[in-house]
């Protein structure tokens, strides 16, 4: 079977496109030739600086044969009807037709015998669209020509071999290139044409040529010699695998050496050494197992075997690396006669939105929430509030205005090098983490405070004026910011009432005047009545926030019917928890029945989660400015949002699901629920929705099996509920799934629907009342199976 | 070996005459400076109006850019307000228009088998001139020492056929073959001891005196209403130059384009633009590009065919 190797040969293609170029060739290549009834064994697709290359092993030679039959039109039929199916069917005339007979008649049949075509012809047909066509990420016109390509493309090398026998080239034209069997080597060490067969020879040539085809070989050569010489020198390579995958595409013959740089410049963080050096120079650091610290060396990749060893090449990075770090060591000793607190006054005149203020504005209701939030997490309020005061300071610095990747980071230099609390110093570099779901969340206190507090900032803002993520668009990082707060409460396990932390966040905003914040996205909390709403928002006005502006603020909010945005921002910090959760492995399905469950709301056990928590917000200086709505008439309707917006309990919750889910008992307790399920809806439907959620009339139970299970769920659905109280959620389940024999038996022995109305409705009041049950933990009805 | 001042690797005025000699021998019109404040060499109209049309071009030419924003008092001895670009603009740009360009880099003494050239993606886009190319920034051992372009779009238009642009950062470039850290430093003439002159020799003062001039002195009613005067011209001039489907005046609207650009780089540098009039200012200059490059098309030698 042949091969058919393809190259299309470039001006240098962008090393962040490669890989996903070579991958496109290939699918689109394979895929036309499928879809061309073309099957192969194998394809691989490569691509370096100059060119994508591709092999489609084992291809047949020639398409198959294929015959079909065409029905025509009846024998007799008009001579008009008759040439339109001899154009159609490309026939010369009408006796190159066969007449077939079947019940309807006697009708012409056209039997067409296409032979399949050689590959070659297939090859050179589809070619072309597809070069023009190329989902380049941004593409470009050169020349004279209107060929579009990422770099202007120079020819194409397409041959067709089978083994042991002679290759045979492909022609086909793209905008005045034609297809042959030439390629060049190195720009520098083989300009000169190079004629291939196959690609065996091909990729053979290359390697003579100076050219190493396969990125991930250009890869491993330069880790491994990498890894030589900082071992020769006792040092370690420190790893930076997007660096590797980046300068493999920026070489064809990549040639490790080594440079180095003065001492001195060790004086700088270890980071912005690193940040420096890879972001202008696209080389790695060194670390000195002796130190723990960046050695003062550094690694490149260049493109060549110099002539003179790579003496010139050395010379000439370091001149590059030394001017760097000398700007790098100006800022950071310029940065550090500036206290991180004389840069507030800076964060002024920086927006941070249009309409959400500048970045001073931000600071202050960050570093208000943060001091909210510090006793609920057991920091010092004081120092969470000088955190997050601070957490901005460093991106009017010099070093961050040129390494933006180094924020926070620096901020904690800077912090440690003016003698604040360590604390504070961790603070404002961790306060941006996690950044992605493989980041580290922060562990420390104070550092938890101002994580949490700038994340839910940023949120509750943009769910404000309306800016959620749409789709695949998200250009705040809502997304990310979210999964971080959710991670951070989860990962410290923290208890704690976020939907009330939102309305502070919010309440913030009011307090700075932000009219621009959409009034309409708030119009109904409805998931708060308006005294309660009033009383959080009182709670969370300390007196100095008082003012006849924040008065109105709330006054307006709690006026209205209608609107979500809290309860939506609550949604979609579920969501994200559902998919964190989906991650470790937990059934989605159960993620979904616990955030429908009717449990009663966290939020309600507000005094309680606080004692618990056993804060450090008893330290008498700061009066507690939280609510503890205890009066229970005012109590909103249930709302799935507010009644699980503690997240950890959350988690339990679908932990001790699983848990009894995996039991015999779960298992057929499911079964019974949803059979009961069932027929309550069907009864339902007849009788009204609600018609037996009344209590029923013991005197009415004759049955012992219906008398069993009216007693069992007298046990259970007092014992679950009590549990769920407790948060003892493994002993609200098997509760329930104590319940399983009762209702196994009374499936078996029952008739629901008995021809008596008073039985019937009585029978289907105690089936509710194992529905009622089963919602103290979850809605059954959202769980598989 | 004799010592030669005018050699690329002595003096700075070596190198420019040896990059404008390789030009001319590719069949480059040498041009000079053009005679206005502009940011870059991309706006002098041998690049911006020529690189629009379907008639054939190639030029080469110094251009002395001012960033008035990137002035430090003469202190900073690496960022100038006023510095040099050597700018070639080849229409249609030419197959071999990387290995031109290795060869320049030869001529001025850099040997390719020992240094390490590097063509590392960097996309191009003035928001002013309305313009956008892909390409790269060429590395030197590191170090980036040109910028290379295939201009795709100048003032809104679609180039067709497409410029290659080269543009050498002179001092850098010149930093790198003389082996001088300082831009200050730099061997300006060739000579040795006494009549040896530098290029801070030549701009050190007027680094100074411009940076005051930027920041401090610059009168700001007074750039505000040269923009607009610029603005105004421009657009008149634009009007009144399209006749019968032709322009008569389309370099001396352009000249105002770039009066106006210049008056809002020097308000930028005073610091009393603010984000949303920055963007204001931008799209105004954009708008007269954009009238320029279409009036240019209207002229000869933008191509326009004889009424």
Redesign the interface.
């Given at each position: 079977m042949p091969d058919f190797l393809l190259e299309l040969f470039s001006?240098?293609i962008?090393?962040?496109m490669q890989a996903k170029a070579a991958d496109d060739l290939r699918r689109l290549v394979t895929d036309a030739l499928v879809e061309r009834g073309l099957t192969y064994e194998g394809a691989k697709a490569f691509a370096t600086?100059r060119r994508l290359a591709l092999v489609v092993g084992g291809l047949a030679a020639r398409q198959p044969d294929r015959h079909e039959e065409r029905k025509g039109p009846r024998v007799g039929a008009p001579e008009k009807a008759l040439e339109g199916f001899l154009k159609a069917a490309g026939l010369a005339s009408i006796d190159d037709a066969v007449v077939q007979s079947d019940p309807k008649g006697d009708f012409y049949v056209a039997r067409i015998h296409k032979h399949g075509r050689a590959t070659t012809e297939v090859i050179a047909d589809v070619m072309p669209d597809i070069v023009r066509g190329f989902p380049w990420p941004?593409s470009?016109?050169?020349?004279?020509g209107s060929l579009r390509w990422?770099?202007?493309l120079?020819a194409i090398v397409a041959t067709f071999a089978a083994p042991q026998e002679e290759a045979e080239v492909i022609r086909f034209e793209i905008d005045g290139i034609v297809s042959g069997d030439v390629t060049r080597g190195h720009?520098?060490h083989a300009p000169g044409e190079i004629r291939v067969k196959r690609f065996d020879d091909y990729v053979d040539s290359l390697q003579k040529a100076h050219v190493v085809l396969d990125a991930e070989r250009r890869r491993d050569i330069i880790r491994a010699d990498a890894r030589t010489l900082a071992q020769a020198q006792n040092l370690e390579l420190v790893e930076d695998a997007a660096l590797i995958d980046e300068v493999a595409g920026?070489?064809e013959w990549p040639v490790v050496l080594m440079g180095s740089f003065e001492p001195e410049f060790l004086e700088v963080p270890d980071e912005a050494i690193r940040a420096t050096i890879r972001a202008n120079?696209?080389?790695f650091v060194l670390s000195d197992p002796a130190t723990g610290r960046l050695a003062n060396r550094f690694i490149?990749t260049?493109?060549?075997d110099?002539?003179?060893g790579g003496?010139?090449?050395i010379?000439?990075?370091e001149?590059?690396?030394?001017?760097r770090l000398s700007d790098a060591r100006f800022f950071w000793e310029t940065d550090k006669k500036i206290r991180l607190e004389d840069r507030l006054e800076k964060l002024k005149s920086i927006?941070f939105h249009e309409k959400l203020g500048t970045q001073y504005e931000r600071v202050d209701r960050i570093a208000r929430l943060a001091k909210e939030l510090a006793p609920l997490v057991g920091a010092d309020p004081q120092k969470a509030e000088t955190a997050a005061r601070l957490a901005k300071t460093d991106l009017v610095t010099e070093m961050v205005g040129e390494f933006p990747e180094l924020q926070g980071l620096m901020g904690r230099y800077y912090a440690a090098a003016e003698g604040l609390d360590p604390e504070i110093a961790a603070a404002i570099e961790e306060h941006y983490k996690p950044q992605g779901p493989s980041d580290r969340v922060p562990t420390a206190p104070v550092s938890i405070a101002v994580a949490l507090a700038d994340k839910i900032d940023t949120l509750v803002g943009f769910w404000a004026i309306d800016e959620k993520p749409t789709g695949s668009k998200d250009p705040y990082a809502l997304r990310r910011a979210a999964l971080g707060v959710v991670r951070i409460v989860l990962e410290n396990g923290l208890r704690l009432p976020i939907l009330k932390i939102l309305i502070l966040a919010l309440v913030n905003y009011i307090y700075q005047g932000y009219p621009d914040i959409d009034e309409q996205h708030f119009e109904n909390l409805e998931f708060l009545n308006r005294i309660e709403l009033i009383k959080n928002i009182q709670a969370a006005v300390t007196s100095e926030m008082r003012s006849p502006t924040i008065m109105q603020g709330a006054e307006r909010f709690s006026l209205r019917k209608g609107g979500n945005a809290l309860v939506n921002l609550i949604y979609f910090m579920a969501d994200r928890l559902k998919v964190q959760l989906r991650e470790q492995g937990a059934r989605h399905d159960l993620v979904d029945a616990v955030f429908g469950s009717s449990a009663p709301s966290a939020l309600e056990g507000e005094g309680k989660v606080r004692g618990d928590g056993g804060g450090s917000s008893g330290q008498g200086a700061a009066p507690t400015p939280e609510p503890s709505p205890q009066g229970g008439g005012e109590s909103a309707p249930a709302s799935g949002a507010r009644q699980n917006d503690d997240l950890v309990l959350v988690v339990r919750r679908v932990e001790a699901l699983a848990k009894l889910l995996a039991t015999e008992d779960g298992e057929n307790l499911l079964a019974g629920y949803k059979r009961a399920a069932n027929i309550l809806k069907a009864e339902e439907k007849k009788d009204g929705a609600g018609a037996f959620e009344g209590a029923l009339d013991p005197a009415l139970l004759s049955d012992p099996a219906e008398i069993a299970l009216s007693g069992a769920l007298d046990v259970a659905e007092p014992a679950a509920a009590d549990a769920v109280a407790r948060e003892d959620f493994a002993a609200a389940t098997s509760a329930l799934g104590a319940l399983r024999p009762q209702v196994d038996a009374f499936f078996d022995q029952i008739m629901v629907n008995a021809p008596d109305p008073a039985l019937r409705a009585n029978r289907l009041k105690l089936l509710a009342r194992l529905r009622r049950a089963t919602r103290a933990v979850a809605d059954f009805d959202r769980i598989a199976g | 070996m004799t010592y030669d001042p005018m050699a690329p690797e002595n003096s700075f005025q070596g190198l420019i005459l040896t990059l404008q000699r390789y030009w001319a021998e590719q069949g480059c019109v040498i041009l000079q400076p053009y005679d206005m404040e502009v940011g870059a060499g991309t706006f002098h109209p041998a690049t911006t109006l020529r690189a629009l049309g379907p008639r054939p071009w190639k030029a080469a030419y110094v251009q002395p850019s001012r960033r008035p924003k990137d002035g430090r008092y003469g202190e900073n001895p690496n960022r100038f307000q006023h510095y040099y670009q050597f700018q070639v603009i080849l229409k249609p740009s030419p197959d071999n228009l990387q290995e031109l360009y290795l060869d320049s880099l030869k001529a001025i003494g850099l040997d390719p088998t020992v240094h390490d050239v590097r063509f590392v993606e960097d996309d191009w886009e003035s928001p002013t001139l309305g313009a956008w190319g892909l390409g790269w920034e060429c590395w030197c051992d590191g170090m980036e020492v040109s910028q290379f372009t295939y201009f795709q779009q100048v003032a809104g238009v679609d180039c067709n056929p497409v410029s290659g642009e080269l543009t050498y950062g002179l001092e850098r470039l010149a930093m790198y073959i003389q082996g001088v850290d300082r831009g200050f430093d730099l061997n300006f003439n060739g000579r040795q001891g006494a009549e040896k002159i530098t290029y801070g020799d030549v701009f050190r003062q007027a680094e100074q005196e411009y940076s005051r001039f930027n920041f401090e002195h610059a009168d700001v009613e007074l750039l505000k209403r040269h923009f607009r005067d610029a603005e105004q011209e421009c657009q008149a001039l634009l009007t009144a130059g399209d006749k019968d489907g032709r322009h008569e005046m389309a370099m001396p609207a352009y000249d105002q384009a770039i009066k106006a650009s210049h008056a809002f780089n020097l308000l930028d540098a005073r610091g009393v633009i603010s984000v949303t009039e920055r963007q204001s200012y931008i799209l105004r200059v954009r708008e007269l590009a954009k009238g320029c490059g279409a009036a240019w098309l209207k002229t000869e030698a933008g191509g326009a065919v004889a009424a």
């Open positions: 001006e240098e962008p090393a962040r600086p941004k470009m016109r050169w020349g004279s990422v770099r202007p120079h720009r520098l920026l070489v120079q696209k080389c490149l260049a493109n060549l110099a002539a003179d003496a010139a090449v010379h000439g990075n001149r590059v690396v030394r001017a927006t | -």
